[in-house]
């Protein structure tokens, strides 16, 4: 339910995804699958009145231009860095109503890494839900004792600008984690799921 890196320049920050399938890269030069038919149950999410408990993450354009010149006073980047090249097509900017995403019961899979990695326009990682570091290895296990599972992850710091160094891309993911990461949809949905697969029995 914890936040993680986006991997699609379509999800804002505070978009919740819904897999039942993981990727792991251990280093090894395979990545294999640890994948499940599971399906959410998304008769709670549907319902008209979840949406009132939903809430955007609360950014603003004022808000994250003050994080830009943080970000450049603190590093000492010359010539500093434009909210436009740290923010690239507003992905930073919270959606009125947050997207939930139910991929469950199919082929998309999230990517747990073992090592922090940023997705980026370069669209590198768009395959993927988002990128963690965790899931899989639970797939695994639940995969090898026939435990049906998923997984439910909300982007805490979005895409990066591909043309950015990679440390100007991790430090400004690192603002806006800091910033807005504890604001989620993310155990709403979990809650819902369960709801939902509870009331289904």
Known sequence: MRGREGAKTTDHIGTVRAV???????????????????????????????????????????????????LNQYYGYQPPYTLSQLNPDDLNMGSSSPAIDNTTGGSAS??????????????????????????????KVCKSKGIPFGFIRNVSDPVQNADLPSDVQGNWGSAIYDSYGF???????????????????
């Open 20 to 70: 039942s399938a993981g990727t792991l890269d251990a280093g090894s030069g395979t990545w294999p699958v640890y994948s499940n038919t599971w399906p959410a149950d998304w008769s709670v999410l549907n319902n008209a009145g979840f949406a009132k408990l939903l809430f955007p993450i609360p950014t603003t354009s004022s808000d994250l231009q003050s994080l830009c010149n943080q």
């Open 110 to 139: 999230l990517l747990t890494t073992s090592t922090f990695v940023v997705g980026t326009t370069a669209g590198t990682y768009d395959q993927y839900a988002v990128i963690e570091m965790d899931d899989a290895v639970v797939g």
């Open 183 to 201: 604001y989620t949809s993310g155990a709403l949905a979990a809650w819902a799921i369960i709801a939902g697969q509870l009331g289904g029995q």
